[in-house]
């Protein structure tokens, strides 16, 4: 068993909130969870140390599920990260703008749609 300090996100490795939590927290281990709900579930059973949790997004607003949440925890926010999100549309090699029949996104990169520049 490790007795390594935990910090748990909502996601999969390799989330937004995985990258927030080893920038931030890179000697604790990061551990995964399906929902906020489980997050907040982790930390208050003392399964986990701490959450780092989304609270805002600069494209879509505040994140809903936390507001509901937070207030119904004995939870506090304790610190806070700024991370910069950058979406990059991804094709195969040599593939022009004009050929894209179809695109797949998070839902978080459907927000304003930008200008495709060539």
Not at 28 to 48: K, M, N, R, V
């Amino acid at each position: 068993m490790s007795d390594q300090r935990k910090v748990v996100f909502q996601g999969e490795v390799g989330a937004n909130s995985h990258m927030a939590c080893n920038a931030v927290y890179p000697e604790y281990q990061a551990i995964p969870c399906p929902t906020f709900e489980d997050c907040f579930h982790a930390i208050e059973s003392g399964d986990a140390e701490l959450g780092m949790i989304p609270i805002e997004n600069s494209v879509a607003g505040r994140v809903a599920d936390i507001h509901h949440l937070l207030p119904r925890s004995n939870l506090h926010i304790i610190g806070e990260y700024f991370m910069p999100i950058r979406f990059q549309l991804m094709g195969i090699k040599g593939t022009k703008l004009e050929e894209l029949k179809s695109v797949q996104s998070h839902i978080m990169g459907l927000g304003p749609v930008p200008k495709l520049h060539s």
